[in-house]
Structures are given as structure tokens and as C-alpha cells.
């Protein structure tokens, strides 16, 4: 992707099955569960790469041992410093102990963070927060060890003041108003009493206060707590929580905007946020990963006992489209042929816009996501060629000289690697002022790959702001002296705020926005445009429920070819020398391409949940009364 979006984030759980001592004799350490870890987390890495967290607990142990560890980093390679913190203490603990080498059971005493309960989270920075504070997992501490809550999560909930606001009512004080810590709270407030209430039957029922520890691990069901935390949470969510005594759990939101993936055997059960993360990782097939259906928990007891309950009643399906398109990893295999439909599907309005002159244009993408949906547009252009090659030979018939059907088979797509990304400049955290400067050196090109009077057709997987098509590509394609750039997207126009996970968070960034703007302008109807503003405006006191996306009718009066059109013109430099189009994919082709991940409401405005369309109005507010700050 040309523009640098973050996203949040990546979870993963595991839970041994066996005691330490099976995997020691089986795969030679007892190490198994913390390697394994390292290995879930750097499969996961694209979902974050700004912090990295991992906690462990261990089961069974003496009471005064320590059984929670956890640990968490904001360096420059947050997952591989987490586990050299973590392998510097264990060898460090080999080293001063060598009666630990071979015996498990004193490992486990003795050495942090080997445990039977893992916990990995990988995360991007949002709201201009990336402090260690900030970083998942999060701990809610309790000297009564079921009372004890590690939580890390996927998500973003749209209406955390809320949730705030019902955790004040309950007589709590919150920290702070993030939703991690809210939605820690809201499960940490019916997980204590859960706890209480089964404290009291227990022991009504004659049991000593230290034996009702283990029968309350027994009877206590985390389904039903889960049902109360989650009554009001609107967001997409894939949040992963550890319970001090070991249970554990991952809950998925009801419209199942957030991924979730898990895989059981004899010998662990682990859920992911990617499903190649798990297939390679522990070498299963595709068939063997099953995907977390939406409202429902993934929960596992600590005596390893594993179900799914339903916890929210679900909703529509959208899931989301944006994680197939770009987020998500590009091995897995269903969303492989996704990107490479994306990239089939949008080549009609490629062929019609360089006029059916194969001949003379050349094909190309932006490094390094988009590759996957070249190839998709590229084997449509041969299926193109070689529809037209049939043609050309019948209708000469027997009559077919070789040197005409050498020449004739002799045409194919021109495909070079045109961009280079020359340098990993993470130039979204750079101060605007300085920010220009490093954008146009983020990509370089191949010299001599296009030939003068050429057309240029380069495919990215979405173009959201533009600002690095502006302000570096298409000046260094300009030099290649290309007679048409045509900039292709393979996601359709990105027009509304997401609120569940992207950072794409205020209209005026969107390129599609700004079109849009200068549309209304051109056409003398920013009466509409303060007409929204009002409507939005008499909807800030609804309840969620009853509020309409008003923001729809700022972009109804236009084509999606008038749009694409002015953003063409918007992000062409003064001095460029080609004629510059922007094609952005169609919804319809979009849903044709991902049927099973409908999530569309950057594109379309038809957000999932009640909560999206107060906040895509707040962000309109925002823009009108020229507040540069986040709508939710």
C-alpha cells in the first residue's frame, strides 16, 4: 500500500494439553509453549510492529509461587525483544541452577514465563499513543487467584464513554477511559461476582474456604460472565482473556468484523488472529483451522476441556472486507485468491481506459501488497490477448502465413516491475513539516522499462489519502515519459471513517473526501454540504440506534467516475507531463471477489453496528467546524 495505514492488531493463545514434561520427552524442551509463541507472533507480525506483549500462567502451583508472568516492549523489534528478555532469564536461571537443566517440574517452579497458558499480542500505535502503557496484555491483579484477568485484544469499541460511564455506575473507578481498560473492567466486574456468588454456595454447601479454590475453578462458567460483559459492547472485537486458575477464552463481536481462527488436537489448542499463522506454525492443513463464528467464545477450562457458546446473538455477517484486501496475510489461502479476483475483476475498466492498446502499455504494481492482485489483472490481460489472438486467427483461416501467426502469438502483456520501494521509511510518524521531503524518496524506479509515448497501468491494493501517489510516485513515473499513468486501486473508493480497528479515522483525510469537496464546489452545492452539517448536528443527543449516516448524501450527487476523475486531477503534480487517471474498483466486484467478508462501510457508509453511523457524523461535525481530532 502506498499510504501508511496501522491497524490493531494481532492476538494468539495457546493452551498445552499434556504436562510440561510430555513436550520436553517428545519435542526436547519444556520450552515448547514459549517457542511456539515467538513462532505465532512472527507469523502475525504485519499486524503490528509499534509494540508486542506475551503473558503466561502457570497451573496448579504452591500457593506464595509465582504462576502470572508477563512482559511487554515498544523497541524498534518488539516481538524479538520480548524473547530475548524472556531467553536471557531462563538461560540466566540455567546458568546460576544447573539442577534445572533436566528437570521439568523445577523449571517450572523456578523459571518465569514457562507456563501451561500463553498469551501473545502484536499491535500497531493509534490515537498518537505507542507507551509501554499501552501495550496489550493488560493485567487486572487480585490476591484471590480467580479474581486475577490478563486481557489483549483486536479491537476498537465505538462507544467506550459508554461503557465508561456504566463501570462509574457499577461504583468502580476506571484509570483512564481507553476501551482496553473499560472493556478489562466490564468482564474484571462480573468475573468477581461470579467468584463471590460461588464462594457464598459453596460454602453453604460445608466445603472450607480452601477447598472451595478448586471446585470454583470447576463450577465457575465464564460463557455466562462473558454474556453480562458484553450486553452493550459495540465494536468489532476478537479479544483473548486468561483467567489467574487457567481458564481461558476468545470472544468474537457478533458481525464478526474481526478475525478469528482456532485448531484443536491432543496436544494444544491455540487461536490466532491469521489462520496461516496456525497452519504453519504447528503443520496443519487448511481443512484442520476452523474459523470462530461470529457472537461466539472459544472457551477453555483449565481442566483443557474446549467449547464454543454462543455469547451475543449474531448479526449480518460483515466481516471485514479491508482485512482481505490489505491486513491480513497474503498466504492464507482463501484470501490469495481474493486479491488475485480483485485484481481480474477491475481489468474491464483498465482495458476500456487504455482504448484496448495492449500493444503499447505496460503493466506493473506497487511493491509490495498489491503483487498478489497484479497477478489477477495480469492473467485477465492474457485471457484478453489470447480471446483476441483466437479471433484474429480464425478470421484469416487456412489462409495463416507463419510469419502472420508468429506475430500474432508474439503479443503479450508488457510486464516490468516499474516501482522499487527503495527504503522502510515509517514516514507516518514523522512531523508534517518534514514529512514531504522523506515521502518522495520512498520508492525509486526501473530506468528503461517504459518506452516514451507508452501507457503505464500500475496497480496498488487501495489509495486512501494519496499523498505518497502525489508527492513521489507518480513524479518518478512521470519520468519514464509515459504517455497515460493509470493508477489502479483494487478496493473501491474509501470514503467513510472506520471505527472498529483502522486508523482511518477523519474524513478530510480521504482523497475520495476531498474529491467529493471540490465536486460540490465545482457544482455549487455546498448548501447541501451545510445542510448535512445541521442534520448531523440534531442527531448528537440520539441514541445510537436512531441515528442516520447523513454523510451518504454528501457523495450521492456524484458518479464514482466523477469522483476518480477529480481525484486524478487532485493528486496529478503542477508540473507532470502525463495525463494521469485514478480506477478504483466497483463495490459489486468487491463483494464478488471476498462474498464471504461483506464488511464495506469505508466504501459504502453501511456500517455493522449502531455505533458507526454516530461516529462517520462526528467526524462530518468535525470537519465542518474544522476540529482536526478523531470521532471516536
Not at 495505514?5 to 494468539?12: A, D, L, M, Y
Not at 503473558?55 to 504462576?67: E, H, N, P, T
Not at 507456563?115 to 493509534?126: F, I, K
Amino acid at each position: 500500500m502506498s499510504d501508511a495505514i496501522k491497524h490493531e492488531c494481532g492476538i494468539s493463545v495457546i493452551r498445552l494439553l499434556k504436562p510440561l514434561e510430555y513436550y520436553k520427552d517428545k519435542y526436547g524442551s519444556a520450552f515448547y509453549g514459549v517457542n511456539k509463541m515467538y513462532l505465532m507472533m512472527e507469523k502475525q507480525h504485519n499486524r503490528g510492529q509499534d509494540g508486542a506483549g506475551f503473558a503466561s500462567i502457570k497451573l496448579d502451583v504452591d500457593a506464595g509461587q509465582r504462576y502470572m508472568s508477563r512482559v511487554r516492549s515498544i523497541a524498534q523489534q518488539p516481538i524479538q525483544d520480548i524473547f530475548a528478555q524472556i531467553t536471557d532469564r531462563i538461560n540466566k536461571e540455567l546458568k546460576e541452577h544447573p539442577e534445572y537443566e533436566n528437570d521439568v517440574a523445577l523449571q517450572k517452579k523456578n523459571i518465569p514465563y514457562i507456563g501451561e497458558l500463553l498469551l501473545g499480542h502484536v499491535r500497531y500505535g493509534t490515537f498518537g499513543k505507542n507507551s509501554i502503557e499501552s501495550v496489550h496484555p493488560f493485567l487486572r491483579q487480585n490476591n484471590w487467584m480467580h479474581r486475577n484477568l490478563i486481557v489483549a485484544g483486536n479491537f476498537n469499541m465505538t462507544n467506550v464513554h459508554e461503557l465508561f460511564d456504566n463501570l462509574v455506575q457499577l461504583g468502580q473507578h476506571p484509570k483512564e477511559m481507553a476501551d482496553t481498560v473499560t472493556v478489562m473492567e466490564k468482564i474484571g466486574h462480573f468475573l468477581d461476582d461470579a467468584v463471590a456468588k460461588l464462594y457464598k454456595q459453596i460454602k453453604k454447601e460445608g466445603y472450607s474456604k480452601k477447598e472451595a479454590t478448586a471446585i470454583i475453578a470447576e463450577r465457575l462458567k465464564v460463557s455466562k460472565i462473558l454474556k453480562r460483559a458484553a450486553k452493550n459492547f459495540d465494536g468489532g472485537y476478537a479479544m483473548a482473556g486468561l483467567i489467574g486458575h487457567g481458564d481461558a477464552f476468545v470472544l468474537r463481536d457478533p458481525a464478526g468484523i474481526r478475525p478469528a481462527y482456532y485448531y484443536k488436537d491432543d496436544e494444544v489448542v491455540v487461536v490466532a488472529s491469521e489462520r496461516p499463522a496456525i497452519q504453519t506454525v504447528f503443520n496443519v492443513a487448511y481443512e484442520g483451522v476452523k474459523e470462530l463464528d461470529p457472537g461466539h467464545a472459544i472457551i477453555i477450562k483449565k481442566n483443557g476441556s474446549t467449547d464454543i457458546k454462543e455469547i451475543l446473538a449474531p448479526t449480518e455477517r460483515k466481516a471485514c472486507s479491508f482485512e482481505r484486501i490489505y491486513f491480513s496475510r497474503g498466504s492464507d489461502k482463501e484470501i490469495y485468491q481474493e486479491r488475485k479476483e480483485l485484481g481480474r475483476l477491475v481489468f474491464p475498466q483498465i482495458i476500456s481506459e487504455i482504448d484496448h492498446d495492449i500493444k503499447n502499455t505496460v503493466f506493473s504494481y506497487i511493491p509490495n501488497t498489491a503483487e498478489t492482485s497484479f497477478f489477477g489483472m495480469v492473467k485477465e490481460a492474457q485471457n484478453y490477448l489470447n480471446k483476441k489472438k483466437e479471433e484474429q486467427i480464425l478470421s484469416i483461416g487456412s489462409k495463416i502465413t507463419s510469419e502472420q501467426l508468429h506475430e500474432i502469438l508474439e503479443i503479450r502483456p508488457r510486464i516490468e516491475k516499474v516501482a522499487i520501494k527503495d527504503a522502510k521509511l515509517r514516514t507516518f510518524i514523522t512531523q508534517d513539516d518534514s514529512r514531504d521531503d522523506l515521502v518522495a524518496h520512498v520508492y525509486d524506479i526501473s530506468y528503461g522499462s517504459v518506452e516514451k509515448g507508452d501507457n503505464l497501468v500500475i496497480i496498488d491494493d487501495s489509495i486512501v489519502r494519496g499523498t505518497t501517489l502525489k508527492k513521489s510516485i507518480l513524479r518518478i513515473l512521470d519520468r519514464l515519459s509515459p504517455k497515460k499513468i493509470i493508477v489502479v486501486s483494487s478496493a473501491p473508493q474509501i470514503r467513510y471513517p472506520d471505527c472498529y480497528g483502522i486508523d482511518m479515522a477523519k474524513l478530510e483525510d480521504f482523497i475520495a473526501f476531498k474529491a467529493a469537496l471540490e465536486l460540490h464546489k465545482d457544482n455549487d452545492s455546498m448548501r447541501l454540504v451545510d445542510d448535512i452539517y445541521h442534520k448531523c448536528v440534531e442527531q448528537v443527543q440520539s441514541k445510537d440506534k436512531d441515528v442516520v449516516n447523513y454523510v451518504k448524501e454528501f457523495y450521492a450527487p456524484f458518479t464514482a467516475d466523477q469522483i476518480s476523475k477529480k481525484i486524478g486531477e487532485l493528486l496529478s503534480p503542477d508540473d507532470i507531463r502525463a495525463e494521469v487517471r485514478i480506477i478504483y474498483q466497483s463495490i459489486s466486484s468487491l463483494h464478488q471477489a471476498c462474498p464471504k467478508n461483506l464488511g464495506d462501510w469505508y466504501f459504502t457508509g453501511n456500517y455493522p453496528t449502531p455505533g458507526g453511523n454516530r461516529v462517520v457524523n462526528r467526524a462530518f461535525i468535525n470537519f465542518y467546524e474544522g476540529k482536526n481530532q478523531r470521532a471516536y
